[in-house]
């Protein structure tokens, strides 16, 4: 029998997972309207349905306590996001000519088709708005391409390559 293997041990302050300041700022909207607005009014629902007798046919008790694991679950979870994540402006890159966490680029494939790409954190990515996770196969490649740079991707419908045609950074502060 093996023994269980270690746990990984815990990451420093700015060692885990980037994040835009944006991004940061959803998790902390979402955490605080959950604790602050969601969870309060749950509580009452609950408190109210519990004062009412049988709790074990009373629907709004029964789901309001279901609905509170949730958030709790929730909040549980975005507090540990928050405390991993390492907040990363893209404003402050110093090397633009080159792809790194933050940049959005123009890439086209051999038939030139072309796509528009911005590469963020996991917890924020959304691929119909073309904010692409950096964890991502695609990132992973083209992570440090600079213009004109080819890049082998891997699919899910076989590899593909991609030219970086254009690189852009949000605006120095």
């Known amino acids: ?10 990451k420093a302050p700015g060692e885990g997972p980037p994040i835009t300041p944006a991004g940061m700022a959803a998790l902390r909207a979402r955490y605080d309207h959950l604790l602050g607005s969601e969870r309060p009014a749950i509580v009452e629902i609950v408190s109210w349905a519990a004062g009412n007798g049988d709790r074990s046919e009373n629907g709004d008790y029964l789901y309001g306590r279901k ?6 679950r929730e909040l549980a979870h975005l507090a540990r996001r928050m405390k991993a994540c390492r907040v990363v402006d893209p404003a402050r890159q110093e090397d633009r000519g080159r792809v790194w966490f933050g940049a ?9 088709n072309r796509k528009h790409l911005t590469f963020v954190g996991d917890d924020e990515q959304d691929a119909s708005k073309g904010l692409i996770g950096w964890s991502a196969p695609i ?14 991707v891997a699919l899910p419908g076989g590899e593909k390559e991609w030219e970086v045609m254009v690189i852009t950074y949000p605006p120095a502060p």
């Open 139 to 152: 990132s992973r490649a083209l992570r440090g391409a600079g213009l004109g740079d080819l890049r082998r």
């Open 67 to 72: 609905r509170m694991r949730e958030i709790d």
């Open 1 to 10: 029998m093996r023994p269980a293997p270690k746990p990984a041990a815990p």
């Open 104 to 112: 959005t680029v123009e890439i086209a494939d051999e038939d030139d």
